[in-house]
Every structure is written in structure tokens, then in C-alpha cells.
């Protein structure tokens, strides 16, 4: 089975401070992508990483950034947190094979307050 | 862009009623579709998957179909259990890449 691993399942930071999400999978998966979930809004593709040292804008990237220097792991980085990034982010990965038809595994997601 | 619209909830049915969650989606080309579902306090498993128009994807009792003409792609299930509480997403996916567009969800209560 795929397991896709979060650092933390709840972490509390105070507004400014710059904050690391960490994600690892183990199946040797090219692709790996960090969402945010709030109610009403379903999930938001934040930023996503097709391979090592290549990342690529999802819908909403501002106020983020991500890292990734080796391909089992896909960090998101909040560079000044703010409240409004209050959230739950959750991370996912997927092999590419036929893009489309390949479907995203996912951590159990880290629930995030800020201060 | 791409888009998927879900029924609007929440839903709380009683314990061996007919389920149906309506999700309808717009894309260019030919999307695969999914359905996701979210236990309490987990994250995203894949419930099911319809890869081409009148696919029907199926599991655990759970079946939707791959409809191109009125584009949808409807869960159905015919008879639900209290373990089936949870939040449910239908997604489709761009045939150029691996992003996941989703719908906003909605949450089914079971109820004994």
C-alpha cells in the first residue's frame, strides 16, 4: 500500500513565523502536490512537483513556497504565516504513468493554526 | 477552466436507504473522473474511478457512470451503513497532466 506521511497532524504558529509542512512518500511516486481544505471551498491545489527540483503554481500559491530535494519528499514552506492560513493542508502523491488515469494518494493531513 | 459541481449538503440518511450524490463536471477534452471519500480525522482515499465516457466505476457497494452527454458522473449506493459517514468529493482529472480538480464536497450522515 502507498503511504504518504505528514510531519505533524496538528501544529500551532504564531503570525510571521515562517513554517515548514513536511511530506514523504514511499512508492517511488514522480509526483506530489500540497492542497488546503476549508469548509465550503473543498480542496485548493496549492503547488505541485512533477519531479526533483521542479515545482509548478497550483491555483493558490501566494503567501507560499515549496521545496523539493529529493523525490520522496515535498515540503511546503508558509515564508511570514498569516490567520488566514488557517487551515488544513494536505499532501498527495501520484505515479506517472498515464497522467489521467493515475490516482492521487493522500497523507491524513496537518491541521494548521495561526495565531 | 475546469470545474466540478456537487449537490449541496449536508445529507443524512437513515440506515439502508438509497443513496445518490450528484456531481457534474466541465472540461475540455476528455477528463477521467473520480470519487474521493474522507473518513473523520483521515485523509483522501480513492473510492472509484471512470477513466471514459460510460465507464462505470464501482466499490464497496458505491457505482457511478461516466455520463459525456449530460456530463456528469453521479455516486450511487443502494443501501448505505453508518460506517459510510463521511465527507465525499467527486474530481476529475485534466488527460494532460495529473492535477485534480475537485468539487467542494459534501458530508453524508448515516444514521442507525
Known amino acids: 500500500d502507498v503511504k504518504v506521511t505528514q510531519s505533524s497532524r496538528y501544529l500551532v504558529k504564531r503570525t510571521g513565523e515562517k513554517v515548514f509542512l513536511e511530506c514523504v512518500q514511499d512508492m517511488d511516486h514522480e509526483n506530489m502536490f500540497w492542497y488546503r481544505q476549508d469548509p465550503g471551498l473543498g480542496l485548493r491545489l496549492i503547488y505541485f512537483?512533477?519531479?526533483?527540483?521542479?515545482?509548478e503554481k497550483g491555483d493558490i500559491p501566494e503567501g507560499y513556497s515549496v521545496s523539493r530535494e529529493k523525490k520522496e519528499r515535498f515540503s511546503l514552506i508558509l515564508e511570514s504565516a498569516s490567520t488566514n492560513q488557517t487551515s488544513m493542508y494536505l499532501c498527495?502523491?501520484?505515479?506517472?504513468?498515464?497522467?489521467?488515469?493515475?490516482?492521487?494518494?493522500f497523507g491524513d493531513g496537518t491541521r494548521l493554526s495561526i495565531l | 477552466g475546469d470545474s466540478v459541481t456537487q449537490m449541496e449538503g449536508p445529507v443524512t440518511l437513515s440506515e439502508e436507504a438509497f443513496l445518490t450524490i450528484n456531481c457534474t463536471y466541465t472540461?475540455?477534452?476528455?477528463?477521467?473522473l473520480f470519487w474521493y471519500v474522507q473518513y473523520p480525522g483521515e485523509g483522501l482515499q480513492l473510492l472509484l474511478k471512470a477513466t471514459k465516457a460510460d465507464d462505470k466505476g464501482s466499490n464497496k457497494g458505491f457505482e457511478a457512470t461516466y455520463r459525456k452527454e449530460t456530463t456528469s458522473f453521479h455516486l450511487e449506493k443502494g443501501s448505505v451503513q453508518v460506517s459510510d459517514s463521511a465527507v465525499y468529493f467527486c474530481a476529475l482529472s485534466d488527460q494532460a497532466n495529473s492535477k485534480l480538480t475537485f468539487g467542494k464536497g459534501i458530508t453524508l450522515s448515516v444514521r442507525p
Open positions: 498527495a502523491s501520484s505515479s506517472s504513468g498515464a497522467p489521467s488515469n493515475q490516482p492521487q494518494h
Open positions: 472540461a475540455t477534452g476528455y477528463p477521467s
Open positions: 512537483s512533477y519531479d526533483v527540483k521542479m515545482k
